[in-house]
């Protein structure tokens, strides 16, 4: 019954998206809505809720969360590969898992819909477009599934809320609407629909298999041999965030580490100066919401090339929560000949990113604090001088 009073709703409202045509100058009413006013999270959440959703398609969105997890990503299993690739992760390469879901969850989705219009073009298009969109299922603590209990499906309001509603699937079928918070999803599976924010980025995990140079979390550095009488590499341990930043319907953080320095600097004069550019690191660190105070093992290098004239480099760490491109203009030093010259550093960012902590970082600090977890604002790093 449910199932049938909102598909009708929802054919409804792909008519009233299709005669309103494009009115750019229009403000949504909802943070959940999509730009083009055609997929809200609402309505998906309210369609997947409405779904006769088997053991094989809870597998399905499992296996996607984990692999995500696994590949560096939050626990989430985007709309784009759930239609193209069942069962595939953020960074994943296409499953070759077909076998293994039978009956696919998108499969679930067409037939349900179809179903209410069938010949009409509504429903693909709807399809279609969120087929495209940056629509997901993020299912938070996943990896503490028991294999078995069905979800609690609810969707991010985009108000930074900490609870919401959500429907909770039971095990004869029936659904129950409940309020829905983030120690609900510690005890029993949730799904959360939201959008995607991390995908477009390489995590550290995607840059480690991509260069054997960033060193292996939790492992040894991989460094090259030195060619010079004195190579030193800064490299980061590890990484421990105090709290997230963010409404856990929204996912778990995304932090950017960058550091601006200026490596094989063997200038001696004005003109020579000119022609060194300064270098920057930066990678994205999804911190999940499971990995709030733990110690995070990372070994990814930020200088390769420490030498005795760098004197200090320009840290900034982040979490991104998008907005206008702007940049954080610093200052990087070196000393060469008795001489010490300022290189500039832009380093860019959001205008609406949290800033976690910015500034300088000197020879002597590295030094001194090498191999010591330090306090970086809301997060703890360990830095070491190899």
């Known amino acids: 019954m449910q199932c049938r009073h909102f598909l009708a709703a929802l054919s409804a409202a792909f008519l009233a998206a299709l005669s309103a045509g494009c009115d750019k100058d229009e403000t949504p009413s909802s943070a959940t809505q999509e730009p083009d ?37 939050d626990e989430e299993y985007r709309m784009q590969d759930l239609f193209a690739s069942p069962g595939s992760g953020v960074g ?23 179903a209410t219009k069938a010949g009409s073009g509504e429903p693909e298009a709807w399809l279609d477009s969120l087929s495209t969109s940056d629509v997901q299922i993020y299912w ?14 609810t969707y991010d309001r985009g108000d930074d809320a900490q609870q919401n509603e959500g429907w909770a699937l039971r095990r004869d079928g029936s659904v129950q609407k409940v309020l829905v918070t983030e120690a609900l999803a510690r005890q029993t599976p949730v799904w ?47 990484m421990k965030v105090k709290r997230q930043f963010d409404s856990w319907l929204a ?33 994205m660190i999804v911190v999940r919401r499971k990995q709030v105070e733990e110690e995070i093992p990372f070994n990814a290098v930020l200088v390769a090339d420490w030498f005795s004239g760098l004197s200090n480099v320009a840290l900034m760490i982040l979490e991104d929560d998008g907005g206008t491109r702007t940049t954080w203009k610093a200052n990087a030093t070196v000393k060469y000949n008795s001489k010490s010259y300022g290189i500039d550093l832009e380093i860019p960012l ?23 977890t330090s306090g970086f604002g809301d997060v703890d790093l360990v830095l070491e001088l190899i």
């Open 37 to 73: 006013g055609f997929i809200s999270l609402p309505e998906v959440a309210q369609l997947l809720s409405s779904l006769p959703l088997e053991r094989e398609h809870l597998l399905e969105v499992h296996d996607a969360a984990l692999a995500s997890a696994g590949n560096g990503y």
């Open 92 to 114: 994943s390469a296409p499953s070759t898992k077909a076998d293994a879901y039978p009956h696919p969850l998108r499969e679930l989705l067409r037939e349900a819909l179809l």
């Open 140 to 153: 938070p603590y996943s990896e503490d599934w028991d294999g078995e209990t069905p979800p609690v499906i």
């Open 192 to 238: 959360v629909v939201n959008r995607n924010t991390d995908a477009d980025y390489k995590s550290l995990e995607m840059r480690r298999r991509e260069d054997p140079s960033w060193g292996s979390g939790g492992g040894t550095v991989l460094v090259k041999a030195a060619q010079k009488q004195e190579l030193r590499t800064l490299v980061l341990r590890s």
């Open 251 to 283: 996912g778990g953080s995304e932090f950017w580490v960058k550091i601006g320095a200026v490596e094989d600097f063997t200038a001696s004069t004005d003109a020579e100066l000119r022609l060194f550019e300064p270098s920057l690191t930066d990678f």
């Open 350 to 372: 959001h205008t609406r990113d949290d800033i976690v902590w910015r500034g300088s970082l000197t020879r002597t600090y590295i030094e001194k604090y090498s191999g010591v």
